[in-house]
């Protein structure tokens, strides 16, 4: 809490300082005309380098202070387009929300990107380094953030927070997430020659007990359930052919998958929790993913991956199997059965004003065996914007995975403790795939579903300020995601407040209640049984980018 308090203290000082600081800045020894003294670049964008001076320092901390109390980073007049003359509208704007452009995964947005379009202190401050210029020359950008925060909750257990998520443990403060973005972005507005992008971008933090795929530093979460950990949850590089329609995007490598509301990363959320609906959905897929622009309003997407949270390598990989039985009989059996050839389909739809926006998909469709995060996924996302201040966003899917054991099963049970399952307590120790509390106690195993309704309401009350409003119904039909056998109503509201277009606060109280058991404010990998069928947790986070 010291460091969250300390860190509020810094940014405040930021905001009020006077321009005197900036004014005795070193210029640069050939300012332009008319920037000789120090000029507001907002309103004489050429005077942008003589504001924020020479050293490194002087120019990061300069670039916050220039942007402090602005929703918008100064404008280059002589910047080309950022989005092509006859492209559906823009339908947001960052700030207040977290997107200009409805999210929907798996491609750099087509038709409105630009290279090195971040507006980043950090790659302000390196422009006027040989390592910055060489950087701006060849397009690539390197920036981030830091998201700490801080939770109160009627639930008191450690990890007794979940199954709502990105608050693992109550009454506390964490580092949500710190992340380093290297990237370089293709341009999609220009249609005459091929470019190509990628991005890298490490996380460390709580939040990469959701982000983790099996097979990649997963140790840390299925061995030692540890509160911090490190992920790469994109890791990919691009093609942009743009002679194909009205523009063809492949990438490879790892990837979040598509389509969704919300995302791991803090900055792409409306509010700092997530809802339970993308909580337990499809994280990551690793494989390639072709995004056509079929036409200005069509976009049809079409992947081949591993399934879902599962890397190349474990594909028909085995481990030995010291209990054979009726669910795996053989001496070995994969380590991660999931880990298998799947397939991604999606089409999506944008009006010619930008204000509505459906995507239809599916993804990490296989067999749908049970399978580290092996989820087979068909669902729904629905945009609109009524006008400037409001829009909704909507989501539904549902989701199964096929062969799950059953714990009302007493061999099932057997199995499972005796080792003779994949993710038995055996080979992971902590945060393995559920089975499934299937209706039938006769049988081993049975198909777990997850079915979800999820709607944002968002009111935009300044440019630097928005309030969500979230409500969803889920139903784990067979308690194989959360735990329990349930179904859920959760309710929030949220405020997201930029002090400028790199700071931004996001406070919020949420309400869980769990219909049909005991949910909450239990933990499974210390043995304590859930005793609460409600939680009332109120959180705030703090972004800051760099």
């Not at 929790?273 to 690793?286: E, G, K, L, P």
């Not at 999931?338 to 204000?355: E, I």
Request: proline content about 7%; charged content about 15%; overall charge negative.
């Amino acid at each position: 809490m010291k460091r969250l308090l300390l860190a509020g203290v810094s940014l405040a000082a930021i905001g009020s300082a006077s321009g005197v600081y900036a004014a005795d800045a070193s210029l640069p020894s050939k300012a332009p005309v008319g920037c000789r003294t120090v000029v507001d670049p907002y309103k004489n964008y050429a005077c942008l380098d003589a504001y924020l001076g020479t050293t490194f320092m002087e120019r990061f901390i300069n670039y916050y202070r220039l942007e402090w109390g602005h929703d918008v980073s100064p404008a280059d007049p002589k910047a080309p387009p950022g989005r092509r003359a006859y492209w559906p509208g823009t339908p947001q704007s960052t700030p207040p929300y977290p997107f200009t452009e409805w999210p929907y995964g798996g491609t750099t947005s087509l038709g409105v990107t630009r290279p090195s379009s971040i507006d980043s202190p950090l790659m302000v401050a390196l422009g006027n380094t040989t390592a910055g210029q060489w950087m701006n020359d060849n397009h690539i950008q390197v920036y981030g953030w830091v998201d700490p925060s801080a939770n109160f909750s009627t639930s008191t257990v450690r990890g007794g927070n979940s199954p709502a998520a990105y608050s693992y443990n109550p009454n506390s403060a964490q580092l949500d997430q710190a992340v380093v973005y290297i990237e370089r972005l293709p341009d999609t507005v220009q249609k005459d020659h091929v470019d190509w992008g990628f991005r890298i971008a490490p996380i460390y933090g709580e939040n990469y007990r959701y982000t983790t795929a099996y097979g990649l530093w997963s140790s840390q979460l299925l061995n030692q359930n540890a509160n911090n950990g490190w992920d790469m949850p994109m890791a990919y590089g691009e093609v942009f052919i743009p002679q194909v329609a009205e523009g063809l995007m492949i990438r490879f490598g790892r990837y979040i998958s598509i389509p969704d509301i919300e995302a791991q990363l803090a900055p792409n959320n409306y509010m700092s929790s997530h809802s339970m609906t993308y909580t337990f959905d499809n994280y990551t897929n690793t494989g390639i993913e072709l995004t056509l622009a079929a036409t200005k309003n069509w976009t049809i997407q079409a992947g081949l991956t591993v399934g879902t949270e599962a890397m190349p390598w474990h594909v028909g990989t085995t481990i030995a199997n010291p209990f054979p039985n009726p669910l795996f009989p053989d001496t070995t059996m994969k380590k991660d059965p999931g880990a298998q050839p799947s397939g991604t389909f999606g089409v999506r739809w944008t009006s010619d004003s930008g204000n509505d926006d459906i995507n239809v998909v599916a993804d990490g469709i296989n067999n749908g065996t049970w399978g580290y995060n092996n989820l087979q996924w068909y669902g729904l996302t629905y945009y609109h914007k009524f006008n400037d201040q409001w829009h909704i966003s909507f989501e539904t899917y549902n989701e199964h995975q096929n062969n799950v054991p059953n714990l009302n099963n007493l061999t099932a049970q057997a199995i499972i403790a005796n080792g003779g399952t994949p993710f038995s307590p055996q080979y992971m120790a902590a945060n393995a795939p559920g089975g499934a509390f299937c209706k039938n106690s006769v049988v081993l195993s049975c198909t777990a579903s997850y079915q979800t309704f999820l709607t944002y309401l968002n009111y935009k009350i300044t440019p630097l300020d928005n309030i969500s409003y979230r409500i969803e119904y889920v139903n784990d039909e067979q308690g194989q995601r959360t735990g329990t056998k349930t179904a859920y109503l959760e309710t929030g509201i949220g405020w997201q407040h930029w002090f400028s277009p790199q700071i931004e606060i996001r406070p919020e109280v949420s309400y869980y209640k769990s219909l049909n058991a005991f949910a909450f404010n239990g933990n499974a990998n210390f043995g304590i049984p859930a005793n609460k069928n409600f939680a009332i947790i109120a959180l705030s986070d703090i972004i800051i980018h760099f």
